[in-house]
Nanobody
Framework: QVQVVESGGDLVQPGGSLRLSCTAS????????MAWYRQAPGKQRELVAT???????NYADSVKGRFTISRDNAKNMVYLQMDSLKPEDTAVYYC?????????WGQGTQVTVSS
């Protein structure tokens, strides 16, 4: 049974930092591209960052230079370090694992950036 679980969401002030974590079990983790998405109220879910099996990273223009995605295959973990947070980063953040025409999602973790 595949499980994807996010954690680390919180309320943070503008300019602050937060680190999201995601663990995926029931898959050969090292063979999956991992990604973070987010969905703000009233908006469509959007891709934030991806990291491939070889460690290549891509970011949405809106988070380049502020967010860093990383993975630890030994622990089946993927992380999203978020710095210089802005109110427009407020959203539910979702972790996704994707490979072999399979896509698995977590339940999401809430990030709120507000003073």
């Amino acid at each position: 049974q595949v499980q994807v679980v996010e954690s680390g969401g919180d309320l943070v002030q503008p300019g602050g930092s937060l680190r999201l974590s995601c663990t995926a079990s029931g898959i050969f983790f090292h063979m999956y591209t991992m990604a973070w998405y987010r969905q703000a109220p009233g908006k469509q879910r959007e891709l934030v960052a991806t990291i491939t099996t070889s460690g290549s990273r891509n970011y949405a223009d809106s988070v380049k230079g502020r967010f860093t995605i990383s993975r630890d295959n030994a622990k089946n973990m993927v992380y999203l370090q978020m710095d210089s947070l802005k109110p427009e980063d407020t959203a539910v953040y979702y972790c996704n694992s994707n490979a072999f025409s399979q896509s698995f999602w977590g339940q999401g973790t809430q990030v709120t950036v507000s003073s």
